[in-house]
């Protein structure tokens, strides 16, 4: 338990750092703001099939708005910093761990688009298409960063699918939410909700982890060989 709550600290803290860069004076957040709407309409794009399946679409719609949601994460952050010896005390050890990966997911998407702006600013790079975002993320390099980034959507859609599983968790879930919304803490609350109700809602969502998995996997490989279409449509989308 310990561990895995230096591990969510963590998390917290690199979370916090990153975001304290985007108040200092003159930082480009528009570009940010633009590259990371950008993203978001790519996988729309990528997982319209998985968006429009009844059975996939509360998950689809979790993953892209809730894990990369662009910036709407800051106050949310500041709930968990406030409520996190509670949670310490409350939630079990896999709760903990699907919670660290989910922010460790997010510190390391946001540290990766702040490269990519770092790159565009650099190259004078307004707008994007394919070519330029992959001559953009070839330029930045940090391709195990790339993979930890893959492998933790998989292990926390993974974790997420197991704990769905647990009525414990779900029943924790329900009667924590009176207090935590009456504390203060509706936005942790309801990301917890959402995350397990969309993923609940699949039955087993081993298809769908995976499907993210080897589609962001074959696309990151096609933008580091500089193919000519890399976010073209990749095996398995339809």
């Not at 779900?170 to 936005?187: D, S, T």
């Not at 309801?190 to 499907?211: H, I, K, S």
């Amino acid at each position: 338990m310990k561990r895995q709550a230096e591990r969510l600290r963590k998390a917290l803290s690199d979370s916090h750092e990153l975001a304290s860069l985007l108040d200092v004076p003159g930082y480009p957040l528009s570009r940010l703001e633009y590259l990371q709407k950008w993203q978001r309409v790519r996988l729309a794009e990528t997982y319209a099939d998985l968006l429009d399946h009844p059975r996939f679409q509360a998950a689809g719609a979790f993953f892209l708005d809730e894990l990369y949601g662009g910036l709407h994460f800051r106050e949310r952050d500041q709930e968990v910093e406030k409520v996190l010896p509670v949670m310490l005390r409350t939630l079990r050890e896999d709760m903990l761990v699907s919670l660290a990966e989910a922010f460790e997911l997010q510190a390391l998407s946001l540290e990766l688009d702040m490269g990519m702006v770092e790159a565009m600013e650099e190259r004078g790079v307004e707008r994007l298409d394919p070519r330029s975002y992959g001559e953009i993320y070839r330029s930045c390099g940090r391709v195990a960063a790339r993979e930890q980034q893959i492998d933790l959507i998989r292990e926390l859609g993974l974790a997420l699918n197991e704990l769905v599983h647990h009525r414990l968790v779900l029943m924790l879930i329900r009667v924590l939410r009176g207090p935590a919304r009456a504390a203060g803490f509706g936005l942790l609350q309801g990301f917890l909700e959402r995350g397990l109700q969309a993923f609940r809602a699949m039955g087993d969502g081993t298809e769908f982890v995976m499907t993210i998995w080897e589609r962001e996997t074959a696309i990151m490989q096609r933008l580091l060989s500089g193919a000519a279409d890399p976010l073209g449509p990749v095996a398995g989308q339809t």
